[in-house]
């Protein structure tokens, strides 16, 4: 089985490249700006304490061993093909938000460890949303390419998301990819840029600027004709991936031989200057771009039905 697939196609060597790896100080915002401006994206390896990493993986898949979703020990995350999340009190609006809410999970996403990084990254205090996603992908799933800044554009223009693989995560796992030099497609980004989102920011509207430009052909079609490369890497717990509203990133279909569900989590930071009203992500009860907060998220649904 290849080792690296998207949309259920095996990518060629010559569309293939390895995300750069940031080598500097965490600290030096200067030189992290200047990495962000270059690729659309910083890569740390090893920034993040590794056992609460763990820690929080255990947590959301005991949460899925208890509806019967996962084998144990949960913290191998191996799927099965059955689920009791349905009958779960509440249902997957309730129970979904419960795992997002976790303490261990809650305790890298939004600690001082990752708070401190995107600070520095941002220039300034940074603040992070309410709302997260937390990302369950069983074997043959993916993600489509997509930029984030219309999900996000309407209260800040400088919302960032730290990608953060809980686990190791090798590329047959299905990892995140990001579309080098997509930071620089102009002719896709002015124009979901220029929208006005504060008027005119209803779901459909917001899933076409980011999603139907770039699946107009397959990934590998689509890179190639940008003459660019999809770049993604084997990660490891610890390991963090930041990225701007626009940058151009998926997933990896998941391949693992093992049936192993890859669990990783998006949460976003913006300055803590920036207007954080937005009931969408914020608040006790973020609504989400959908309207149904958390049972609308695709992690919300039980791993054995389709996205």
């Known amino acids: 089985m290849p080792t690296a697939t998207v949309q259920q196609l095996a990518i060629p060597d010559d569309s293939f490249g390895e995300l750069t ?25 090893d920034v993040m304490d590794r056992d609460e990493v763990l820690a929080a ?12 979703e996962v084998k144990a020990p949960a913290i191998d995350g191996i799927k099965t093909n059955q689920s009791r999340r349905p009958e779960v009190s509440g ?18 996403t939004h600690g001082l460890a990752l708070h401190d990084i995107m600070s520095i990254v941002l220039g300034e205090p940074a603040r992070a949303h309410d709302m997260m996603y937390v990302r369950p992908v069983p074997v043959g799933r993916s993600t489509k390419p ?24 090798p590329l047959e796992d299905g990892p995140l990819l990001i579309i080098e030099g997509s930071n620089r497609f102009y002719d896709l980004i ?26 107009e052909t397959d990934v590998i079609t689509f890179a190639r004709s940008r003459r660019a490369r999809i770049l993604s890497t084997s990660f490891r717990a610890g390991d963090l991936l930041v990225f701007g509203g626009f940058t151009l ?10 049936d192993r569900v890859r669990l990783s989590c998006d949460v976003r930071y913006q ?6 009203d937005d009931e969408r992500y914020f608040g006790a009860n973020p609504t989400g771009s959908h309207g149904g907060g958390y049972g609308d ?9 389709p996205w």
């Open 57 to 68: 993986r255990e947590e959301v898949f005991r949460r899925l061993e208890e509806v019967g």
């Open 271 to 276: 300055p803590a200057s920036d207007p954080c």
């Open 21 to 45: 790896e940031y080598d500097g100080s965490t600290e030096d915002s200067d030189l992290l700006r200047s990495q962000l401006d270059e690729h659309g994206y910083v890569l740390f390896r």
């Open 190 to 215: 002015d124009p979901i840029r220029e929208h006005d989102y504060d008027s005119n920011y209803a779901d459909a509207v917001i899933q076409k600027a980011a999603y139907e430009k770039p699946n």
């Open 146 to 169: 997509h930029y984030d800044f219309p999900f996000f554009a309407r209260r800040s223009l400088r919302i960032h998301t730290a990608w953060i693989p809980f686990g190791d995560t």
């Open 297 to 305: 998220m695709k992690g919300a649904k039980p791993l054995n039905e």
């Open 91 to 108: 249902g997957l609006h309730d129970f979904w938000r419960s795992v997002s809410e976790g303490p261990a999970l809650r305790g890298v």
């Open 249 to 258: 990133h998926g997933s990896l279909d998941n391949c693992s031989p093992i």
